[in-house]
């Protein structure tokens, strides 16, 4: 009931603001309670379903004096209200709407406690989010640019990477083998499994979780007798995978020791195709849908 997503990420109710609230909440008709203060508005929850919760400006509040303190506090006696210093908010037995009933009916039908539930839920996310915590993949600030504008030309003006793309995957990991070489004058072996392991997870998180709507027809046409989808894509959704692959690895059980060399190698790897980035990247897409050709370039 306190703050709920814009889009996916921003809030719509931000309740941050500088004003702060009154010592003490104002007081509502019977069965209603102050949640959140912001400004002249004041959030409202009418102790029902919370459907029927909603945004009131101080004309509806009544004024904070002996009088309606006392009214305050006849209501709160009424009501059994409970205080919980702990949480700052006040617990009461509130009247069960239809929709309530409805909830619970469900809940007994798949018989899922409502309590098990959720702590199952937390407990599965809290251990995901530690994980996730862990395997952190620093974009660069290009190539973060690179996403948005990547989202942009295929979600906002229809325009989709002319496929096959020159370079392709397999030509960007295997300069990157030999600039590691060049640099180094070897390569050792966990680069070598790093980038096979990049190319295996790509070929088959691609159709999965990489590609837009939009582009799912595309790909039934350019990824065709059993031809690899690193050798038809490029840098742009190869780029992709770098934002889905914590999400990846918090499947697999892997040492810390393991896990930091990973993390490195991902690192590097960005870095090689930042500095490679007017080559391996377009700048901009082609308005047409259609692919140029089949198979390896």
């Not at 029902?48 to 006849?74: F, I, P, Y």
């Not at 009424?78 to 619970?104: F, H, L, Y």
Request: positive net charge.
């Amino acid at each position: 009931m306190g703050n709920s997503s814009k889009d996916d990420s921003t809030t719509d109710g931000d309740t941050s603001s500088g004003d702060t609230p009154p010592s003490n909440p104002n007081l509502y008709a019977e069965g209603e309670k102050v949640l959140a203060y912001h400004g002249p508005r004041i959030y409202e929850a009418k102790g029902w379903n919370k459907n029927w919760d909603e945004w009131v400006g101080s004309e509806r509040l009544m004024k904070h004096t002996e009088e309606n303190v006392l009214k305050q506090q006849a209501l709160d006696k009424k009501q059994g209200v409970d205080k919980n210093p702990k949480s700052g908010r006040s617990a009461q037995t509130k009247p069960k709407s239809s929709a309530d009933a409805k909830v619970e009916k469900e809940d007994l039908k798949t018989n899922v406690p409502k309590g098990k539930k959720r702590k199952n839920d937390s407990g599965a996310e809290k251990d995901t989010l530690s994980f996730e915590k862990l395997v952190k993949i620093q974009i660069p600030s290009t190539l973060k640019k690179q996403l948005v504008d990547d989202w942009e030309y295929v979600t906002q003006q229809d325009k989709l990477v002319k496929l096959p793309r020159s370079p392709n995957i397999d030509d960007i990991l295997r300069k990157f083998l030999e600039y590691r070489l060049k640099k180094e004058g070897t390569i050792p072996d966990p680069v070598v499994e790093v980038l096979k392991g990049i190319r295996c997870y790509f070929d088959k998180a691609l159709p999965v979780m990489l590609l837009y709507k939009k582009e799912r027809k595309q790909y039934q046409e350019a990824v065709k007798d059993d031809i690899s989808p690193s050798f038809v894509y490029g840098g742009e959704h190869l780029l992709r995978l770098f934002v889905k692959l914590p999400e990846l690895l918090a499947f697999v059980n892997i040492e810390e020791e393991t896990l930091t060399c990973l993390q490195q190698q991902f690192i590097d790897l960005l870095k090689f195709m930042q500095k490679n980035q007017s080559t391996f990247f377009l700048s901009a897409y082609d308005g047409s849908k259609g692919v140029e050709g089949k198979g390896k370039d």
